[in-house]
């Protein structure tokens, strides 16, 4: 049970060894005046990580800007990034400034930037190399100083290779590469930011209290992939507290997947009728299903054991000290069964 704090803000939450390499990494380049392009899967954190990128670096008390590369269709994107004089297209009636001038002396967060036309891709070229830009039907070339962070869940260095990125601008950008671990990478941050994620939840449905998970939904927490990553774990989490009414229990059942319907659609159910057609009918050599063999002792014991193992393993997170430990196992004798049980460290 937790008793809800009353303030929350946006912090990086994880205690496992990979995020804590990447912050480590990220307070090492933060002071340098260099381009960062931060890599991962969706929803793996890298608003938050450029984010924390500036407010590390000297210039935190200038301008942070954000925008979305691939929101934006590419006549609007280089207007946005490099502003426009007035009639410069149909509509632009005043002059405008862009990102990289609003930005001088800040920093400018391109996000999604694997989508960029190779026009824009050679702009960005040219302000990274020497600051230099025009605005659009503008003649004046204007300076600005802002530090750049890319940030893409795309393979970039395959797009360069298939020719959709250009090699030099990389070049320019990739002075050095933050990746950020998927989450199924660290499993030990999953009961960190999913007790977090609780709480927050909690308090925007004016609950006092969190009674935290049951042990069966913290081992689906743990277990499931996280394919879309933080973000995802953040949606399962608040998602199964709001289903929840009773406040007063601990969260019984994590809802992974809010489009699953126990009523299929029609096509479903025909083709899952055209599959039982096929089932049903018998093929001549077919005999009767033999009943299940019981199981020999030694297959029994094995079960026992694997299930044991599986309980304990997940109890403390794969964290195989612990485990044996909790066990009345040494370290040594835990590691044996690992090596006759393979399966226990799959952990899907
Ligand atoms: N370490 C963390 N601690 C707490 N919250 C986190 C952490 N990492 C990510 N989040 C939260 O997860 C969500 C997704 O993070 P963010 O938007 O930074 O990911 P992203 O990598 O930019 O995703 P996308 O590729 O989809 O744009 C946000 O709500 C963010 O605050
Ligand atoms: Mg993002």
Not at 55 to 74: D, M, T, V
Not at 100 to 113: I, K, V
Not at 212 to 227: I, M, R, V, Y
Not at 287 to 303: A, D, G, N, Y
Request: net charge neutral; hydrophobic share 40%; proline share 6%.
């Amino acid at each position: 049970m937790v008793k809800l704090p009353t303030m929350e803000k946006q912090m990086i939450l994880g205690e496992s060894s990979l995020l804590a390499q990447a912050l480590e990494q990220l307070s090492l380049i933060a002071p340098l005046n260099k381009p960062v392009l931060i890599v991962g899967e969706r929803g793996t954190g890298k608003e938050l990580i450029a984010e924390r990128l500036h407010f590390l670096s000297l210039r935190w008390q200038k301008p942070f800007l954000k925008i979305n590369c691939a929101a934006l269709s590419e006549n609007l994107l280089e207007s946005s990034l490099f502003g426009h004089e007035a009639g410069a297209f149909t509509g632009a009636i005043k002059s405008s400034r862009g990102f990289f001038e609003r930005a001088h002396e800040g920093t400018l967060f391109l996000d999604e930037l694997g989508t960029t036309t190779s026009r824009v891709q050679e702009k960005l070229l040219r302000v990274i190399e020497y600051g230099e830009f025009e605005r659009l039907g503008g003649q004046q070339t204007i300076t600005a100083d802002v530090r750049i962070i890319a940030a893409t869940n795309a393979d970039l260095v395959s797009l360069t290779a298939r020719g959709k990125f250009r090699a030099d601008l990389l070049d320019r950008l990739a002075f050095d590469v933050i990746n950020l671990p998927p989450l199924r990478y660290r499993p030990e941050d999953i009961p960190i930011l999913a007790e977090h994620f609780a709480i927050s939840m909690s308090r925007e449905l004016g609950r006092e209290l969190f009674m935290g998970f049951s042990p069966q939904a913290d081992a689906t927490l743990l277990h499931h992939q996280w394919p879309g990553n933080i973000r995802e774990l953040k949606n399962v989490v608040q998602r199964s507290i709001y289903r929840q009414q009773e406040a007063d229990l601990p969260i019984q059942h994590i809802v992974l997947d809010p489009f699953i319907t126990p009523w299929p659609s029609p096509s479903v159910i025909h083709a899952q009728a055209a599959d039982q057609a096929v089932e049903d009918v018998p093929p001549s050599n077919m005999t009767e299903p033999s009943p299940p063999t019981p199981l020999t002792l030694k297959q029994q014991i094995s079960e026992f054991e694997i299930a044991g193992l599986k309980k304990s393993l997940v109890e403390h997170y794969y964290h195989q000290k612990n485990t044996a430990k909790a066990l009345g196992l040494t370290y040594h004798q835990l590691r044996a069964y690992l090596k006759k049980y393979p399966q226990l460290l799959n952990r899907t």
